[in-house]
């Protein structure tokens, strides 16, 4: 019967962290704001709060024993938070690619660019497609594209060896007016007809030799890298060339298709007339998505798959550092059995008790956690990371983004270890009788 | 003079895994209000046990313990809890101070258990280590006293709140003799000129010569009595 009710105690504890650790920060504050109202107005929350103010007060003289719960909580919560801003980081980069006015045209059941082909006369039909913007001599802002594989040596690889593989993008002058983010931040635009390429910052810093005047080898043939742009998104990991060279050099029997059309549209409103006009178009087989959305599927993945990782390795260090919490708190217990049993024995209830070495333990917890997230934001965030993003053929730079969800995730992580730490000793504290208490001393 | 305890057939039983102990023999015990009693007797006779149900820190097994003309043997742990707070000054060997905490706070802990704002509880603690003589000690921590200051200010703690009833278990077995002297005499005194009811279990013999009269227990049961001037 013990048994069955430590077995029921354990899974509604586990129940009540999950619903915890899905708690959006209104609940937790609300939470905060009844405990503390709870704690002011009521005779047991008055008894709590002075019971805890008492726990605090010695801390300090408990450094060493409380060092472990807040090293140990701020371990699980930095290699938590660094994979959390390596997933949002990710997923961030590819979402900043996209907008909700510009939409992505592929062959119908493409899965991504890589593995779409739009004849040229498609490129053409979709560029006439109602609702995409005009530039000032009236054109329509749509972009053929042709995204090919390419290799490079990697920056501090052995050149002969080490080779990466990047996107290279072959485009039209319309491109630049479509993505305004993309900037030339060294050189210059490459000129229509010649073998010349810009790179993007993040392809620079991956790849050897994608400097400003230097000559690559792509495809057996020699190219020369006249510019650097920057577009803070995922284009930023790609080589741009003239899609008319690109073409004709990686696809000699298919010079004039491309993989995509790109299109800025006058709205978002726009998309879907646009999306229905060419859908129903019998002239073209095509999936039309916006941006925001493509990019978003195509990140899923792989975002997914990084923070499950994050989440195991993070879950794995956690009961790590619940038992570390709980030796440690039942160690304090067992130091301060003379203190409990007196206080109580004087008439301090159990429950006041319980909440001031669970909100002890949960102080040391979220101290532990903001050192954690500190640590992993200090560290982590703004690094850049490559990785074979899904759905193209190339290395994805990315940075690593410590943003205030992930910080949060961090700290609500280190409250629950804090929370499951603090609760056995706790409740031993409160249910060991007086009497017993007084007499083991 | 009316009866402050009445204590009918009080049994108590402990279990110790398969083993019941019984500690405590149907005891039968009327305890005058004003009264200052000590409780003797070998160890394991039962006198802490006796001491315990009577502060309400237990619970009978058996029988029933009436103190102040309430059924303590009846409380919930909640209930008794608030009791304890409001009848019963606790003075335990050790003395059980909080070690982080000055002598005027460890006073003011019982009054943290009543509506009392802050400037109310540090009067009535200053009154109470004034009582013990320790009122120039007030912002010493445990450690900074002597064993007998220590008590003294364990003493101070347990009549903060005015209770009926002190309860002191072995409140002189962790001092020297003249400190001994010093926390009997200030127990006798406020027994005297307080009117404070108080039961003492006490393994000294001149100790319990402070007393009014002397209980022996031997097994779990009442063997005599003896009256003291």
């Known amino acids: 019967m013990k048994f069955l009710i430590g077995l029921f105690t354990f899974v509604v504890v586990i129940a009540g962290v999950i619903a915890f650790l899905l708690l959006p920060w209104q609940g937790l504050l609300l939470i905060v704001v009844l405990l503390g109202l709870w704690m002011l107005l009521t005779r047991r929350g008055r008894q709590a709060a002075s019971v805890t103010a008492i726990g605090v007060g010695t801390l300090r003289q408990r450094l060493g024993s409380s060092a472990v719960i807040v090293v140990g909580i701020a371990g699980v919560v930095a290699v938590l938070v660094a994979m959390l801003a390596m997933a949002n980081g990710y997923r961030e980069t590819l979402r900043r690619t996209g907008g909700d006015d510009m939409a992505i045209v592929l062959r119908g059941a493409s899965a991504s660019e890589v593995s779409s082909v739009l004849g040229h006369d498609a490129a053409v039909v979709i560029a006439q497609a109602p609702g995409i913007a005009k530039d000032e001599q009236g054109k329509p802002i749509a972009s053929p594209e042709l995204v090919v594989a390419a290799n490079l040596p990697m920056k501090g690889g052995n050149p002969e060896e080490d080779f990466g593989s990047v996107q290279l993008r072959g485009i039209g002058e319309m491109a630049w007016k479509l993505r305004t983010n993309a900037k030339i931040i060294a050189g210059r635009k490459f000129t229509p007809g010649l073998r010349e390429l810009v790179a993007g910052k993040g392809a620079q810093r991956q790849f050897d030799g994608l400097e400003v005047d230097h000559e690559i080898k792509l495809g057996n043939q020699t190219w020369k890298v006249v510019g650097i742009f920057e577009s803070k998104d995922a284009m930023e990991s790609e080589l741009w060339g003239d899609a008319d060279v690109v073409g004709p050099t990686y696809r000699p029997n298919g010079a004039n298709s491309s993989t995509s059309v790109f299109a800025r549209l006058t709205s978002p409103e726009a998309f879907e007339p646009f999306k229905a006009a060419l859908v129903s178009d019998p002239r073209l087989q095509v999936d039309v998505d916006t941006t925001v959305s493509y990019f978003s599927k195509q990140s899923e993945g792989t975002s997914k798959v990084i923070t499950v990782i994050g989440m195991v390795v993070g879950a794995i260090m956690a009961i790590g550092a619940v038992f570390g919490a709980l030796n440690t708190m039942f160690a304090a217990v067992a130091t301060r059995a003379r203190e409990i049993a007196t206080l109580r024995a004087i008439g301090f209830r159990g429950l006041p008790v319980v909440v001031a070495i669970m909100l002890e333990t949960m102080l040391l917890a979220l101290v532990g956690g903001v050192l954690g997230g500190l640590i992993a934001w200090l560290v982590f965030n703004g690094y850049t990371a490559s990785t074979l993003a899904a759905g193209t053929t190339g290395q994805l730079t990315f940075e690593f983004s410590v943003a205030p969800p992930v910080l949060w995730t961090g700290l609500k992580w280190a409250l629950a270890i804090g929370f499951i730490g603090g609760l056995y000793p706790a409740l031993r504290a409160a249910r060991l009788p007086v009497t017993t208490a007084l007499r083991e001393l | ?229």
């Open chain 2, 1 to 229: 003079m009316a009866n402050l305890v009445e204590i009918r057939n009080v049994s108590k039983v402990y279990e110790r895994g398969k083993q019941k102990v019984e500690v405590l023999h149907h005891i039968e015990l009327d305890i005058a209000k004003g009264d200052f009693l000590a409780l003797m007797g070998p160890s394991g006779s039962g006198k802490t046990t006796l001491l315990n149900l009577i502060g309400g820190l237990d619970s009978p097994t058996d029988g029933s313990i009436s103190v102040g003309g309430e059924r303590i043997d009846r409380l919930g742990e909640g209930a008794l809890a608030k009791w304890r707070s409001e009848h019963v000054g606790f003075i335990f060997q050790f003395y059980n101070l909080l070690p982080m905490l000055s002598a005027q706070k460890n006073v003011e802990l019982p009054l943290l258990l009543t509506n009392l704002s802050a400037a109310q509880r540090k009067n009535n603690a200053s009154i109470a280590l004034q009582l013990v003589g320790l009122a120039e000690r007030a912002s010493h921590k445990p450690t900074e006293l002597s064993g007998g200051q220590q008590q003294r200010v364990a003493i101070a703690r347990a009549i903060v709140s005015d209770p009926d009833l002190l309860v002191c278990d072995e409140p002189t077995g962790d001092l020297d003799r003249q400190s001994a002297e010093d926390v009997l005499g200030l127990l006798q005194t406020l027994n005297r000129q307080h009117g404070k009811t108080i039961i003492m279990v006490t393994h000294d013999p001149k100790a319990a010569e402070y007393a009014s009269h002397t209980l022996h227990l031997d097994k779990g049961t009442l063997v005599e009595q003896a009256q003291h001037a």
